[in-house]
């Protein structure tokens, strides 16, 4: 009976941020746009990422995409999905001071920028056509 245990817990893909109650899918729902911040460099934009949830998906990459590939939906959520889910490719893309790998983002002189939730439909059909899923 315990070796059965032990094959079922080595056998099974839980992953589970130890101490902090987080799973890929809880960590999903807990991601925000907030997590991301931009900088604006001579060569284009440069995002920068944040937060527990965040930090966990992006360890998780493989596991975390149907997520995040869903989270494309959600006005709060699409931004940072985004930018993990380009993060995990590691392939070159189109960036600019005013675009992001698809994403146009307009970095206001306080540092806020501002972005338009309606490109998250054309993200999405970007991911979904690459990857499909979610």
């Known amino acids: 009976m315990r070796s059965l245990i032990i094959a079922t817990l080595f056998c099974t893909p839980v992953l589970f941020a130890q101490g902090h ?4 899918e809880s960590a999903a729902l807990e991601i925000r746009n ?18 527990q949830a965040v930090n966990f998906l992006s360890e998780h990459p493989s596991e975390a995409r ?35 790998n698809r994403l146009n ?19 999405y059909n970007f991911w979904q056509a690459k990857y499909g899923g979610a």
């Open 21 to 24: 109650g987080l799973t890929v």
């Open 34 to 51: 907030a997590d991301v911040t931009w900088d604006g460099t001579l060569i284009g934009l440069v995002p920068s990422t944040q937060g």
């Open 66 to 100: 149907s997520h995040l590939i869903a989270a494309l939906k959600d006005p709060k959520r699409f931004v940072v999905a985004h930018v993990l889910l380009t993060f995990s490719e590691k392939a070159k893309f189109e960036f600019s001071a005013s675009r992001w």
């Open 105 to 123: 983002v307009v970095l206001r002189a306080n540092g806020t920028a501002e972005i338009d939730p309606e490109q998250r439909h054309d993200l």
